[in-house]
């Protein structure tokens, strides 16, 4: 996947060039971030109704899920690793994508809509895609071969690729014996 950074600063120069009172520019826009945002529901939908299908079908193993990379984090730390159901983990995931492909929207059409900002609307049309694209569910259904165990989707380990070096938590952050 191409660097968002290479994407995100020409796309943010462009968007403040774009003419707030030219009526027709505006309109197009709206055109432009509707149908992207439409496409992006609809994806968002059917990943989510995949992951309810996997999640209510088989709970599947237990599995063991690395944390978000942090920028500034110790890269000699041990790794800790979060101890959590293969299909209650995708629909959380699942989940957490509707939520904020929806917050997201909600804020960036509030603005328009109530400070007349269309910078936003520029820079979501073009990010919106690339920021779905990265979620590993998203990617696994539509670049992958589907949601499976074995595909190891969020770089997650089993029981027996856990070295002594993993620490194990459970969701809530108590250490798990092993």
């Known amino acids: 996947m191409v660097n968002k950074l290479f994407v995100m600063v020409p796309v943010m120069l462009a968007a403040r060039k774009l003419d707030a009172e030219d009526a027709t520019q505006v309109f197009w826009l709206r055109v432009a971030y509707g149908t992207i945002q439409l496409i992006c529901v609809l994806i968002v939908a059917y990943t989510y109704i995949q992951a309810a299908a996997i999640a209510s079908k088989s709970p599947g193993g237990i599995i063991y899920v690395p944390p978000a990379a942090q920028p500034f984090a110790d890269p000699n730390a041990k ?84 070295t002594p070096e993993d620490e194990v938590v459970d969701e809530s952050g108590n250490p798990v014996a092993r």
């Open 79 to 162: 790794k800790k690793y979060t101890e959590v159901n293969f299909g209650a983990h995708v629909l959380s995931t699942a989940r957490s994508l509707l939520g904020s492909t929806l917050f997201g929207m909600c804020m960036t059409v509030g603005l328009h809509w109530y400070k007349g900002m269309i910078v936003g609307l520029a820079i979501q049309t073009i990010m919106g895609p690339m920021n779905l694209l990265e979620n590993p569910l998203v990617k696994a259904l539509l670049l992958g071969g589907g949601i499976k165990p074995e595909g190891k989707i969020f770089d997650e380990k089993t029981a027996n690729e856990l």
